[in-house]
Structure formats: structure tokens, C-alpha cells
């Protein structure tokens, strides 16, 4: 069995929350429309574990954990015309966009906030805090994830 990766997911608050996740069980995790994240969700393996981070939130962070519970698969809203996901330019016989699924590990009592991360050592070349690199979907190493999880489940006791 090939090795656990770990991803960083970015989802704004009004499309989808931790909450919902948790709620729901599992999810698709559709409408990824740029290129190097659709890559990065191609690569994601089943059992991946994933950083769950609010953007566009107050204040943006990671919020807790799912994994991969399917591998990926074309997006089928590419093909709805009218839906906000469309793309006339994606084929079924040649999918432009893809999207996996994710269920719900862990909610962490608090955020972890953006800024924060920024100023963990541990985390100074994450993706998600480098200026101008910061796609919705993300590789993230092993050790990052390790101190995220920390951090967020030290939330409750800061």
C-alpha cells in the first residue's frame, strides 16, 4: 500500500464548513478550477488525511481533519451547462476538472489561524503561508500536518 500523503483543502465558510462535514459524514469536494490544485487532487490516494482550512473566514485557518475517501474522478458539474462549476471546454470522454471525496475525522475545538501558523518555526515553508502560493489544494509534509494537529488540538488549552 503506497504511503499516506497529506493535503491541505481550502473551502470558504459560506460554500461549506467543519460543521457540515461533520454533520454530512462525506463529501465531494467539487469546483476545484485551478489547474496545479485539480493536479494536486489527480495525485490524492484513498485514506490521504487532509487539513480542513476555512478561507475568507474570521480569521481564515485550519479548522480540523478529513481524508480521502475516494480517489479522484471527473467533475460532473464541468458538464451541467448553467451550473456555476460549468466548463464548456471539458469533455466526458477528456475531463478538463476532477474532483474526490472526503469524510470527517476531527473537528479541532478552535481555529487555527492563519496567523498563527505564520509564526510557528515548524511551518515557515508550508504552502499555505508563503505569499502568492497558496492554491485551494495543497501538498502539506507529514511533519506540517503533525504540528498543525498539534496546534489544534492544544486550541482548547491556549
Known sequence: ?????????KCEPGAYRIEQ????????WE??????????????KLGDRVLFYASNATPSGVVGI????????????????????FDPKSKKDK?????????????FPDIVALETLK??????KMMVVQPGRRPSVQPV???EFAAVVTLGRDAAQR
Open 95 to 107: 475531463p478538463s476538472w476532477f474532483m474526490v471525496d472526503v469524510r470527517f475525522v476531527e473537528r
Open 31 to 44: 469546483g476545484v478550477r485551478n489547474y496545479q490544485a485539480r493536479n494536486f487532487m489527480r495525485e490524492m
Open 119 to 124: 509564526r510557528t518555526a515548524a511551518l515557515r
Open 21 to 28: 462535514l461533520e454533520q454530512d459524514g462525506e463529501t465531494s
Open 1 to 9: 500500500m503506497a504511503e499516506r500523503r497529506y493535503w491541505l483543502m
Open 66 to 85: 478529513a481524508e480521502v475517501s475516494r480517489e479522484s474522478y471527473p467533475d460532473a458539474h464541468a458538464f451541467e451547462r448553467g451550473h456555476e462549476y
Open 141 to 143: 509534509t507529514p511533519a
